[in-house]
Structures are given as structure tokens and as C-alpha cells.
């Protein structure tokens, strides 16, 4: 085994000229560099170290690909341009991965207030809900990854109490069948709030959210 100061010396003039050199090594049991050191070389001659090692390739300037050594097949580690097309495909497939996830549309149309003995606007309702799209969205992707046909109605009707508070959230109509789906989008209306809330008394609302996978 060489001296820690042969193993150093050594480093030095194998970094001296390793500017010239890629090193690629086939397997922990064969062809790593660490073989020949262990085996106590001493040459001052780099790419004669090299030469020892199974299965490393030797470069050149102005070549992008990897010479052999005498007697060997290349290490498999071959010019750049070998490797592009392998990137370029893990691209397309991570691309077409993300391009592919389910995307759906949703419609909030015809709500209103339809009973109650309070005042309370609308509009403010409207204004909340579209502000909350993206839950009730992720209800409906959620479940599109399962079935990507899935469409129809869901209906909500609900009550917003004189706290701001939203309490009997339920689904009263549900055209696209899917129990889970309907469930999800009663639980979203149900954390809305509103500040202040109605006057007078509570007032009851009901929403209808139209569901359509996007092409």
C-alpha cells in the first residue's frame, strides 16, 4: 500500500494533467481508479495510470468522443451528443406527464338567495365563492383523476347566519353521480365567512356548480 505521501504526490500529477482526461469507471469490483492505487503505482505519467485501469476511456481536445484504450471497448461513457437524445426523451415524457394531469372548468351561474328572514347581498355571496374556486376546483380534479368524463351539476344550498357564519351546507342536486365529488364541494361552501353577515336574520343560498373536464 503507497505512503500517504505517495498517494498525495501522485494526486498532484494525475490533476496536472487532468485537463485532458475524463475518467469513467465500470464497477466497484473492476476498473476504479482506486485499484491501480491500492496496487502501488508510482509513474509520474497520468494517463499511463490510467491505462491500467479496465474499462476508462482517454479524451482528446477538439473531440467530443471518448478513445478507447488498446484491447478495450469504450467505458460507455460516450460523447455528449450520445447522452442528448436520452435527456431530450426524459424531457418530453416529463412534459407530456405535467401537460396530461386532469384540468377542469367549472361554472357558477343562477345563485341566489332563496329564503330567510334577513337582508344580506348577494353579490357578496357571488364575490366569496369565486374567490374560493380553487378549493371547490381541487374537489372536482381530484376526482376527474379518476374518472376523466366526469361532468354535470352539483347544487348547494346553504345558510349564512347573522355571525358571518355558513351552517346547513348541503347538496340538493347532483347530476354528475359522483357522491364524493358533491360531498367535497358542500364541505368547501361550508367554511366560507362573511364579515359582517346578514341583518335581521338568516338567509338561505343556493348555487349550482357546473363541472366540465377541459379538452
Known sequence: RPSSEERA???EEVAATAEALIIGALGASEGALSD???GGATTTDAQAVLALVAGVDVAHRGSSELRPRAG???????????????????????????????RGHITVTGGGDVG????????????????????????????????????GTVR????????????GARTVENTTNDAALAACVAQRIGRLRFHPGPVGGSVDFAYPFVFAPQR
Do not use: K, W
Open 36 to 38: 491501480v492505487l491500492m
Open 72 to 102: 478495450q471497448r469504450g467505458s460507455g461513457v460516450g460523447g455528449v451528443g450520445d447522452h442528448a437524445p436520452t435527456m431530450a426523451s426524459m424531457a418530453v415524457a416529463t412534459r407530456d406527464v405535467r401537460e396530461t394531469a386532469p
Open 9 to 11: 504526490r501522485l494526486t
Open 156 to 167: 348547494v344550498r346553504f345558510t349564512v347566519t347573522e355571525r358571518g357564519t355558513v351552517s
Open 116 to 151: 330567510g328572514s334577513g337582508d344580506f347581498d348577494p353579490a357578496i355571496v357571488s364575490r366569496t365563492i369565486r374567490g374560493r374556486i380553487r378549493a371547490i376546483q381541487r374537489c372536482y380534479e381530484t376526482q376527474l383523476g379518476r374518472n376523466p368524463t366526469l361532468a
